[in-house]
């Protein structure tokens, strides 16, 4: 069975902060998002993470918000290379990367407005249940 993208992805250039939500393993490293769509994103890191650890993105485009995603692939970028690309999944999908005219198959998800209400619904979201 062939898999279908949900969403045209687009080349992009943004840093955020990436932050690990398993506490056995956690860091906090700078990374580069190199391609996004409304579902995740690509992301280049220092650092290999195992496929399904949580992580936080911080620092995004607009209004500099976060959002919850959980690790889908990880790929070495070659041997003599220091970085590890990430596929990660938004647990919220949207488009927090700031693009101002999306591709017309992206689809417009409502979003909480305020920044508490994103950390809650990003709390909410990771399993650790209403506050």
């Avoid at 996004?36 to 485009?61: D, F, K, S």
């Avoid at 209004?63 to 647990?91: C, P, T």
């Amino acid at each position: 069975m062939a898999h279908t993208r949900r969403g045209t992805r687009i080349p992009v250039h943004i840093s955020v902060t990436v932050t690990s939500l398993d506490a056995t393993n956690w860091f906090s490293e700078s990374g580069l998002v190199v391609l996004a769509n409304q579902h995740g994103c690509a992301v280049r890191i220092p650092r290999p993470v195992l496929v399904g650890t949580g992580v936080i993105l911080e620092g995004l485009p607009v209004d500099k918000q976060m959002a919850s995603a959980k690790v889908v692939n990880s790929i070495s970028l070659g041997e003599y290379e220091r970085f590890w690309l990430l596929g990660l999944e938004l647990h919220q999908p949207g488009n927090v990367w700031g693009i101002e005219t999306p591709p017309n198959d992206w689809i417009v998800y409502d979003q909480p407005g305020t920044l508490v209400d994103r950390v809650l619904t990003i709390w909410q979201t990771i399993s650790f249940g209403p506050l």
